[in-house]
């Protein structure tokens, strides 16, 4: 149970979200960021475990798509941005 709250919080990652809401952060007020920051992170958080229940049905049954198949495209785009970029 430690482990899966760790890896949620990893997920969720509240020291990353600093980085891309600095400016909401320079253009607000600490009260109405804070607000915004809870609210996001709350819906973050539902969305993330509701996905952590349900993703295996839907990937498996419902999109008949195995995990081997999901590394081999992932790699795939990996490959192609990496291209891209040299």
Known sequence: MFQDGLLMLVILNPFAQMVYL????????????????VQATVLTTIICLIFAESGEFILYDVFQ????????????????????YI
């Open 22 to 37: 600095g400016e909401l952060m320079n253009e607000t007020d600490v009260r109405t960021f804070v607000k915004i920051f």
């Open 65 to 84: 798509v195995r995990f081997s198949t999901m590394r081999i495209f992932g790699g795939l785009i990996v490959f192609s941005l990496a291209f891209v």
